[in-house]
C-alpha cells in the first residue's frame, strides 16, 4: 500500500510522484534495513539505529519495576513520523562570525533594528489588511451576482414551473466556480488547500513544512477561498486568512522574494529562523485580526501557539500589527461601502453589536450554557471523527489531483442540490417587514409579502446567514427550520472540510452553532414563561461559541475572539465556561480537528508539556546514539561523504576534538549544521586554498543568509578529487556552545528545555564531555504519541 504521509501531503505535487508504495521516507520506516548501533571502523562516522517506541499509557506492575531503567518496546511501530518533515533553526547559532557582528554593532546600530522590527510588522498589518479587504470584496460582488442570478431565475420558474431548472442552474454554476478553485489548488500548489491553520501551527511549533510560505501559496489560497465562498460550500474565508498573513510576514520580513528571484537588498538581518519566526507570528496574529477584528484575540492565538519564545516587546510588535491589519481593512472597506471614515468594518465577519439588554442573563442560566458547552463538545467530537474517517478515505481513494477536483464539484453540487431541496419543502413563511435584513429575500410558494425563512440560511454567505441567526426578531424561524438545517449543514460541512479547495472550518462551525443554539432558545422560551429567554440570539451566540470550540478546541484566543468580534464583553465569562466545557468533553472522546489533521500527516509536532508518566524516562532512552560526528578539522571528502549519506540525512554534527598526544575519546567541542556545511563547501573554504590565496575573502554571515532559506543540496556542489584531500577548519562556524544534558536528565527536563528554547538538536555527554546521543524533535514526537497514537496511525495506513 502507499505511503499515508505520502498521499495526503501538504507539500507540492512533486512530493507525490512517483509509483505507490514509493515516497517521503519515514522515521523508523519499514522500507530502511536496520542499521547497526556501533560505530563504523576506522573513523568518527557513525550512523543512528532504530529506536524503540515507548508506551507511557500503560501502569508499571511490581514485576516490572525492574525494567524501569530501560524502555519498554511496542511492535509494529514503522512508519511513525515522517522524515520530510524539517525542524527550523530558532535558537541562534551563536559561532565566531556571529558573535564578532554582534560585538561589531553599535547602540544605535541595534535601535535601528528594532524600528527595523516596527517598520516590518506595520508593512506586515497593512498588507495583510489590503489582502483581506480584496477577498471581501471580490467574495461580495461575485456572490452578489451569482445569487441575483438564481433568485431571479427560481422566481421566474415559480410562476412558470419548471423549477428543476433554477436547480440545475445553482448547481452548475456553484460546480464551475468551486471547479476553478480545486484546480489551482490540487494541480498548482497542494499545501494552499483547507484552511492552513494546521500547517501555520506547525511551523511556530519548530517544525519546517514545505511550501507553506511561498508567494506562490499566498495566491494560489486567495484565488482559491474566493472560489469556494462564492461556490456555495459550507466553507468560510476567515480561517484562511491566518494562512495568508503568515506568508506575508515571511515574505515581507526577508526583504526578497526566492520566487520571483528579486532581492530588494533590505532587512538583510531578518533571513534566519529565529527572526522569521517572530514576524511570521504577527503576520498570523494579523490575519486573525483581518479576519474577525479582534487585534487582542489575534495576539492571544499567536500566544497560545507559540508562547515559549514570548518576549515583551515582540507582544507589542505582534500587537501593532493586528491593531494596523483591523484597521486597514475597515478604512478600506468603509470608502467600498460609500462612507468613508465610518470604521464600522472592524472585521471580514461582522457579528453585528449586541444590545446589553438583548443579551443580559442570570445567574440560573449559567448551569444551561454549560450544558450547551458539553453538547458543543459532543458534537465537535462526532464532526471531528467522522472528517477523520473521511480524511482516511480521502487518502485511499482520492489521492489523484483529478480525483479530488471532481470530488470538489461533486460536494458543490450536492449542496446546491439540497439547499434547494431544503429551501423547496420548507412552509416556514416569515412577514416581509419594511426593516427586514435578508439580502436575498425568496418567496417561492410563500404568500405576497412573506418570505422563505430556509432561504434565509442557505441561500446566502455564511456569514451573513450567522449575523441573521443572531440578530433576527424572534419568531423569523421555526424549530423544525433549524432542526432541519443544522443536521443537514453539520454533514455538509463535515464532508467539505478537507477537500482540495482554500477553505476555512471557523464560518460553518459557527453557523451550526448558531442554528441549534437558537434552537435551544425557542424551545426554553416555550417550556417556560421567563421574559428572558424571549430572545434567541443570545442562546445562538452561546451556541456558536460551544460548537466552534467543541471542533477546534482553543480556549483563551478564541473566547477574547469571540468577545471582540460581538463588540459586547458582557457575555465573556458564559463563553469562557462554554469553550472549557466543549473543549473538556471533546478532549475525552477526540482530540481537535487541527491536531488529528496534524497527526494524520506524521508531523513531528511537540506539545506543551512532556508525557506525564514520562519522569521514569532520561535522556539516554530518548536519544538517538551512536551519533555521527566531526573532528574540528575534518577532511572535505569526509564531510561530502556524510553529507551525501541518503540513509541518515542528518542536520546536526556535533564537533569534537582529539587531545593531542592522548589515546583518551574526542571530546565535544562545538556544532555544526547541515546547511553551513554546505555553504563552507560551496564557497571552498579549505585550509589549503585559504594559504595559498593571497587575496582570499574572509567569509562573512552575508554569504550564510544571501543563502538562507533554500540552501543548495550536497548533490549540487561539485568538489574535485584533488579537493576531497583537503581540509576544512569548523572552529571558526561551529556553535562553540551547543546545549548540553548528562544521559541521567529525565525526559520531562529534556522537553522543556527542547521546547522552551525552540532547540533543533540537544547533544547528550558523558561526565567527561564525550557525545554519547542527540535528543531532536522527533526523538521527543515518538515518545509523546504513546500507545494509542501508535494504534490510530497503523489503523489509518493499513
Known amino acids: 500500500m502507499a505511503n499515508i504521509t505520502k498521499k495526503v501531503s501538504w507539500s507540492s505535487r512533486a512530493d507525490e510522484s512517483g509509483p505507490a508504495g514509493e515516497g517521503t521516507p519515514l522515521l523508523n520506516g519499514s522500507e530502511q534495513p536496520r542499521l547497526s548501533r556501533q560505530p563504523s571502523e576506522g573513523g568518527s562516522i557513525f550512523q543512528i539505529g532504530r529506536l524503540s517506541t515507548v508506551d507511557l499509557e500503560e501502569e508499571i ?109 445553482w448547481a452548475v454554476l456553484n460546480s464551475a466556480i468551486v471547479m476553478g478553485g480545486a484546480i489551482i489548488v490540487a494541480f498548482f500548489e497542494p499545501i494552499a488547500a483547507g484552511s492552513g491553520i494546521p500547517q501555520i501551527k506547525c511551523y511556530l511549533n519548530g517544525v519546517k513544512v514545505p511550501r507553506v510560505v511561498r508567494l506562490k501559496t499566498l495566491m494560489v489560497k486567495v484565488f482559491g477561498v474566493i472560489c469556494s465562498v462564492v461556490g456555495g460550500l459550507a466553507v468560510g474565508k476567515e480561517g484562511p486568512m491566518i494562512h495568508s498573513g503568515a506568508v506575508v510576514a515571511a515574505g515581507v520580513s526577508q526583504g526578497r522574494s526566492t520566487s520571483l528571484k528579486r532581492d530588494f537588498k533590505i532587512f538583510e538581518y531578518f533571513r534566519r529562523d529565529t527572526e522569521k519566526r517572530d514576524f511570521v507570528s504577527a503576520g498570523a496574529a494579523a490575519g486573525v485580526s483581518a479576519a474577525f477584528g479582534a487585534p487582542v484575540g489575534g495576539v492571544l492565538f499567536s500566544l497560545e501557539e507559540g508562547a515559549s519564545f514570548w518576549n515583551q516587546m515582540l507582544t507589542w510588535r505582534i500587537f501593532f500589527a493586528s491593531m494596523i491589519s483591523t484597521f486597514t481593512l475597515n478604512f478600506f472597506l468603509s470608502i467600498y461601502h460609500n462612507n468613508p471614515g465610518d470604521l464600522s468594518n472592524p472585521g471580514l465577519i461582522n457579528f453585528g453589536r449586541f444590545q446589553s439588554d438583548s443579551v443580559a442573563y442570570n445567574l440560573y442560566e449559567i448551569p444551561l450554557f454549560i450544558a450547551m458547552g458539553a453538547i458543543g463538545g459532543l458534537l465537535g467530537a462526532l464532526f471531528n471523527v467522522l472528517n477523520y474517517w473521511l480524511t482516511i478515505f480521502r487518502i485511499r481513494y482520492v489521492h489523484r489531483p483529478c480525483l479530488q477536483v471532481m470530488e470538489a464539484m461533486l460536494v458543490a453540487a450536492v449542496t446546491a442540490t439540497v439547499s434547494f431541496t431544503m429551501i423547496y419543502f420548507s412552509n416556514d413563511c416569515q412577514p416581509l417587514g419594511p426593516e427586514h435584513t435578508e439580502e436575498y429575500p425568496l418567496q417561492l410558494f410563500c404568500a405576497d409579502g412573506e418570505y422563505n425563512s430556509m432561504a434565509t440560511a442557505f441561500f446566502n454567505t455564511p456569514e451573513r446567514s450567522v449575523r441573521s441567526l443572531f440578530h433576527n426578531q424572534p419568531g423569523s424561524y421555526n424549530p423544525l427550520t433549524l432542526g432541519l438545517f443544522t443536521l443537514t449543514y453539520f454533514f455538509l460541512a463535515c464532508w467539505t472540510y478537507g477537500l482540495a479547495v482554500s477553505a476555512g472550518v471557523f464560518i460553518p462551525s459557527l453557523l451550526i452553532g448558531a442554528a441549534w443554539g437558537r434552537l435551544c432558545g425557542i424551545l426554553l422560551a416555550s417550556i417556560t414563561s421567563f ?34 468580534a460581538t463588540g459586547n464583553v458582557t457575555y465573556g465569562f458564559p463563553i469562557m465556561l462554554v469553550l472549557i466545557t466543549a473543549k473538556i468533553v471533546g478532549d475525552y472522546f477526540v482530540e481537535g480537528l487541527y491536531d488529528i489533521h496534524i497527526k494524520l500527516q506524521s508531523v513531528p509536532f511537540l506539545h506543551w508539556e512532556a508525557p506525564a508518566t514520562s519522569h521514569w524516562l532520561t535522556a539516554r532512552e530518548v536519544m538517538s546514539s551512536p551519533v555521527t560526528c566531526l573532528n574540528r578539522i575534518e577532511k572535505v571528502g569526509t564531510i561530502v561523504d556524510t553529507l551525501s549519506n541518503t540513509s541518515t540525512n542528518h542536520n546536526g554534527f556535533p564537533v569534537v576534538v582529539q587531545v593531542s598526544g592522548s589515546d583518551e575519546p574526542a571530546k565535544l567541542c562545538g556544532l555544526i549544521l547541515r546547511s553551513q556545511l554546505i555553504v563552507l563547501l560551496k564557497h571552498k573554504v579549505f585550509v589549503e586554498l585559504a594559504r595559498s590565496r593571497l587575496t582570499h575573502r574572509k567569509l562573512q554571515l552575508k554569504d550564510f543568509r544571501d543563502a538562507y532559506p533554500r540552501f543548495p543540496p550536497i548533490q549540487s556542489i561539485h568538489v574535485s578529487q584533488d579537493e576531497r584531500e583537503c581540509m576544512m577548519d569548523l572552529t571558526e562556524f561551529m556553535n562553540a556552545t551547543p546545549y548540553t544534558v548528562p544521559q541521567e536528565t529525565s525526559l520531562p527536563r529534556v522537553f522543556k528545555l527542547f521546547r522552551a528554547l525552540g532547540l533543533r538538536h540537544l547533544v547528550v555527554a558523558d561526565d567527561e564531555n564525550r557525545v554519547v546521543g542527540l535528543v531532536t524533535r522527533k526523538d521527543l514526537a515518538r515518545y509523546h504519541l504513546g500507545k494509542h497514537g501508535l494504534e490510530e496511525l497503523q489503523l489509518a495506513q493499513t
Open 61 to 169: 506492575t511490581s514485576d516490572e519495576d525492574s525494567l524501569r531503567g530501560r524502555p519498554k518496546e511496542i511492535p509494529h511501530n514503522e512508519k511513525l513520523l515522517s522524515l520530510k518533515y524539517e525542524s527550523l533553526d530558532y535558537d541562534n547559532i551563536e559561532n565566531q562570525l556571529f558573535l564578532e557582528e554582534e560585538r561589531r554593532m553599535s547602540y544605535m546600530g541595534f535601535r535601528c533594528l528594532e524600528i527595523s522590527r516596527w517598520v516590518v510588522c506595520g508593512l506586515i498589518g497593512f498588507l495583510t489588511g489590503l489582502i483581506a479587504c480584496f477577498i471581501d470584496i471580490a467574495v461580495e460582488e461575485l456572490a452578489g451576482i451569482k445569487y441575483q442570478v438564481v433568485k431571479e431565475n427560481i422566481e421566474k420558474f415559480t410562476e412558470v414551473g419548471g423549477l428543476s431548472i433554477s436547480l440545475l442552474l
Open 531 to 564: 421574559s428572558i429567554w424571549a430572545d434567541p440570539g443570545k442562546y445562538a451566540l452561546i451556541g456558536a461559541a460551544a460548537q466552534l470550540g467543541g471542533i477546534v478546541r482553543m480556549t483563551l484566543s478564541l473566547t477574547v475572539i469571540m468577545v471582540e
